[in-house]
């Protein structure tokens, strides 16, 4: 296991992370709404949550007119078929199929940054965000911080793997969670020429567990730490671009249906990798354009979605055509797309696709992408 030294590194971007972020959550302003176009807004005179309060702060830099919200972070569908949509800073949004609620801080949600969403075997549904994570039941939120530190509560990855435990990853490092406390997991970092992290030293982007229980923790300028909890003699293994990683700076981790690995970088982009081929590099290939890759998702038909900031969505049906065409198409503002930062793809049971990102929500009809406001399109 290679050897590190303690480099606290908070650049630039940091600083300017911070004051947008925490000033747009503070600065923003809220009222109520009895109709919001989509269907009915329910009362909160029959249990203890304030809904249908509906986020009005307009950002200058991606404001639609209509927009759900300006910043949409993540999309999940629950097993009752319930969508809901975490955002930046205006806090969760759920959607049944007839009716649009908006939660808050004043609901009982954590804070209103959501950059996780999960559920467990019980049905409830589970949230990361930058005050913790937070539980809902069904009728009330749970906030779990997970200590006093400015930084620790700042989850950026949250997942719950086959065994039920939780695993955070923090601007501090990973822990576990058994729903009652949080207990740190150190893991080792790799030796890497160049220490230079977008956020901090020690924060986890990405978790995934893979089809055979192996854990991977995207980090923030040190590659990729695998842990095989199998493993007894050397449990944990370091990847870097000197193993072929496109960027020490990872975003996004997911596994799809083939067992392929798929991973997106900060400044590198995106690459795929397997045990038998190792990686291969699209983006330095220059099979696709933008180096800021991120929001993986695998539809019912195999194809692989992802972003990249600044060039539009990706679909990859794997099938390669001829020496220019290596099986990906590209979708942009030509196709109605008209943000340049997506960052989360999801293909709902009913076959709906949905994207969200900076701008809002966006949905894909199979040719064209259309942004969803206050009257839709929901349906179709």
């Keep these: 296991m290679?050897?590190?030294?303690?480099?606290?590194?908070?650049?630039?971007?940091?600083?300017?992370?911070?004051?947008?972020?925490?000033?747009?959550?503070?600065?923003?302003?809220?009222?109520?709404?009895?109709?919001?176009?989509?269907?009915?807004?329910?009362?909160?005179?029959?249990?203890?949550?304030?809904?249908?309060?509906?986020?009005?702060?307009?950002?200058?830099?991606?404001?639609?007119?209509?927009?759900?919200?300006?910043?949409?972070?993540?999309?999940?569908?629950?097993?009752?078929?319930?969508?809901?949509?975490?955002?930046?800073?205006?806090?969760?949004?759920?959607?049944?199929?007839?009716?649009?609620?908006?939660?808050?801080?004043?609901?009982g949600l954590g804070k209103g940054r959501i950059t996780g969403i999960v559920e467990d075997k019980a049905g409830n549904v589970w949230f990361g965000t930058y005050a913790g994570v937070t539980k809902y039941d069904g009728r009330s939120f749970t906030n779990y911080p997970l200590s006093e530190g400015p930084f620790y509560n700042d989850v950026w990855a949250l997942i719950i793997d086959r065994n039920g435990l939780f695993w955070v990853g923090t601007m501090e490092g990973v822990f576990q969670f058994d729903e009652e406390q949080f207990t740190p997991f150190p893991i080792p970092k790799a030796q890497v020429q160049d220490t230079t992290t977008v956020l901090a030293y020690d924060r986890i982007t990405s978790i995934l567990e893979d089809r055979n229980g192996v854990l991977w923790f995207g980090t923030d300028g040190f590659g990729i730490c695998k842990y095989d909890p199998?493993?007894?003699?050397?449990?944990?293994?370091?990847?870097?671009?000197?193993?072929?990683?496109?960027?020490?700076n990872v975003s996004s981790l997911m596994e799809d249906s083939k067992g392929n690995i798929w991973i997106g970088t900060m400044f590198g982009g995106a690459c795929r990798y397997n045990d038998r081929t190792g990686f291969t590099n699209f983006t330095r290939d220059g099979?696709?354009?933008?180096?800021?890759?991120?929001?993986?998702?695998?539809?019912k038909n195999g194809n692989i979605w992802f972003a990249a900031e600044n060039n539009g969505v990706y679909r990859y049906d794997?099938?390669?055509?001829?020496?220019?065409?290596?099986?990906?198409?590209?979708?942009?503002?030509?196709?109605?797309?008209?943000?340049?930062?997506?960052?989360?793809?999801?293909?709902?049971?009913?076959?709906?696709?949905?994207?969200?990102?900076?701008?809002?929500?966006?949905?894909?009809?199979?040719?064209?992408?259309?942004?969803?406001?206050?009257?839709?399109?929901?349906?179709?």
């Design 2 to 107: 290679p050897n590190f030294k303690p480099l606290v590194v908070f650049p630039f971007f940091f600083l300017i992370f911070s004051t947008i972020f925490l000033a747009s959550c503070s600065g923003q302003h809220k009222e109520s709404v009895r109709e919001n176009g989509i269907g009915k807004v329910e009362s909160s005179d029959d249990d203890t949550l304030n809904r249908g309060s509906q986020p009005v702060y307009k950002d200058p830099l991606f404001f639609i007119e209509g927009q759900l919200c300006q910043h949409l972070r993540k999309i999940y569908q629950d097993k009752k078929g319930n969508l809901w949509f975490g955002t930046n800073v205006y806090g969760l949004m759920r959607y049944d199929g007839d009716t649009l609620v908006y939660f808050s801080e004043k609901d």
């Design 230 to 248: 199998s493993a007894k003699q050397a449990p944990f293994t370091l990847i870097t671009m000197e193993d072929g990683l496109c960027d020490n």
């Design 287 to 299: 099979v696709i354009g933008g180096v800021e890759v991120g929001g993986y998702f695998e539809d």
């Design 318 to 380: 794997g099938n390669v055509r001829s020496d220019t065409d290596a099986g990906f198409t590209h979708f942009d503002e030509k196709d109605g797309l008209n943000t340049n930062g997506v960052l989360s793809i999801y293909e709902d049971r009913e076959g709906r696709f949905w994207f969200g990102g900076w701008g809002g929500l966006f949905r894909f009809d199979g040719r064209s992408f259309v942004s969803v406001k206050k009257d839709g399109p929901w349906e179709g």
